[in-house]
Each structure stands twice: as structure tokens, then as C-alpha cells.
């Protein structure tokens, strides 16, 4: 198994650009969620689905769309990228119910200049 | 206003000594609470967890004590090792329990000296 997979890995963008960020699991969780991590920061959550269709807001949503139209992938979009969306990003998947940990993919470092 | 703190932004043992982590939180409606370890340039990987009903988890070198009354929980890592060196992570999940919604401190960098 791959668990969560994130690409791209690394990314730079001029301010104003739009892209996405992919994130897969292959271990049909129901939930997915994505964080970032600025320096000095603990990982704050930007938006999750608790399943296919459904998706909410998190702490920091804005300037960031997700969807979700199958279990195995949660994209992150910035339609239009700014200086403070340079970040670390982690895509998480979490199997449903109560207390279980959440898998994280090993990130996403976006850059926008 | 943070939820979820850790005070300690670095800690730095002897190996074979132990290693305590403390973590703090605001929100008595947390409910379950995580360990995560973070190696410069991967994602987090999950270390232990508590359910709020318990005060002690244990696995292995690895023990998280949570005292409910004080909204506080530490880790305890037994002996530390140099490859126990990493950024450690506290979490807390809202309400039901599920890791959907994590909140986070802010990482304690642990450094073991050989």
C-alpha cells in the first residue's frame, strides 16, 4: 500500500496563478483533510470531507476550494495564489469512528513569489 | 487563542535518559488526544493516543499520561534514543472523537544526544 500520496512535492507559483494540489489514499478511509504548517506553527487545518460529496471548512479556508467525488481522492485548489499561501501542505486520510489516528502524506512545500 | 499548546519549543536528553513532552489544551470538549512525530521534509507520523477516559497509554518506550482536571498531557519517552530525535507534535480532536478535525500545538524539537 502507498497510503497518501501528494503531488507534487515541491512547487513554485507567481502571485495571482492557480493550481492544484493532489492528494490519493489507497486505504478506502472516509475522511481526508488538509492541513499546512508555516514555520514556528503547529499544522492547521484548511479543509476535510468525511466522505465522497461532503466536504466543510476548517480553520483557515480562505483563498483555498477542495472537492471530493471519490473516496480515494481530496484535491486542494488555489485559485489564485498569494505570498502568504507559501506553506508546507499535508493531506491526511483517517478510517471513520471514534478514536483512530489520521495517515499523512509527506507534503506538498509551495512557494508563491 | 491556541487550543492546544506546547510551551517547550525544544528539549534537548541524554540517550538512554528519559525524555518528558508536555502539552496543554483549553477545550474541555477534547476527547481524544495524539502524538505525532515529524521528520524535517515527511509528514507526521502517528506515535500513541489517549481517549479521554483513560489517564495512562502505553506502548512500548512510549507513555501518555493525561490529567483531565489540569487539561494537561505528556509524553514520556523511556529510554530515548538518537533516532527518538524528530519534532513531536501534540493534537487534540473536536468533539466525537474522530482525527477528521485535528488541532495542534505548535512541536516540541527533540534532540538526543548520543
Known amino acids: 500500500n502507498a497510503g497518501v500520496t501528494q503531488t507534487p512535492k515541491f512547487q513554485v507559483l507567481k502571485t495571482g496563478q492557480s493550481m492544484t494540489l493532489q492528494c490519493a489514499q489507497d486505504?478506502?478511509?472516509?475522511?481526508m483533510s488538509w492541513y499546512r504548517q508555516d514555520p514556528g506553527m503547529g499544522l492547521r487545518l484548511i479543509h476535510y470531507?468525511?466522505?465522497?460529496?461532503?466536504?466543510d471548512q476548517g480553520e483557515v479556508p480562505n483563498g483555498y476550494n477542495v472537492s471530493r467525488s471519490t473516496t480515494e481522492d481530496f484535491p486542494l485548489r488555489l485559485l489564485s495564489a498569494a505570498p502568504s499561501q507559501t506553506s508546507v501542505y499535508f493531506c491526511?486520510?483517517?478510517?471513520?469512528?471514534?478514536?483512530?489516528?489520521?495517515?499523512f502524506g509527506q507534503g506538498t512545500r509551495l512557494t508563491v513569489v | 487563542d491556541q487550543q492546544v499548546k506546547q510551551n517547550s519549543p525544544s528539549l534537548s536528553v541524554q540517550e538512554g535518559r528519559i525524555s518528558i513532552l508536555n502539552c496543554d489544551y483549553t477545550?474541555?470538549?477534547?476527547?481524544?488526544f495524539l502524538w505525532y512525530k515529524k521528520y524535517p521534509a515527511e509528514g507526521p507520523t502517528f506515535l500513541i493516543s489517549?481517549?479521554?477516559?483513560?489517564d495512562k497509554n502505553e506502548d512500548g518506550r512510549f507513555t501518555v499520561f493525561l490529567n483531565k482536571s489540569a487539561k494537561h498531557l505528556s509524553l514520556h519517552i523511556v529510554p530515548s534514543q538518537p533516532g527518538d530525535s524528530a519534532v513531536y507534535f501534540c493534537?487534540?480532536?473536536?468533539?466525537?472523537?474522530?482525527?477528521?478535525?485535528?488541532?495542534f500545538g505548535k512541536g516540541t524539537k527533540l534532540t538526543v544526544n548520543p
Open positions: 493534537a487534540a480532536s473536536v468533539g466525537q472523537g474522530g482525527s477528521e478535525k485535528l488541532v
Open positions: 470531507s468525511v466522505g465522497a460529496g461532503i466536504t
Open positions: 489517549i481517549s479521554s477516559i483513560k
Open positions: 486505504m478506502n478511509h472516509e475522511y
Open positions: 491526511a486520510s483517517t478510517p471513520p469512528g471514534q478514536n483512530t489516528e489520521a495517515f
Open positions: 477545550n474541555s470538549m477534547f476527547d481524544y
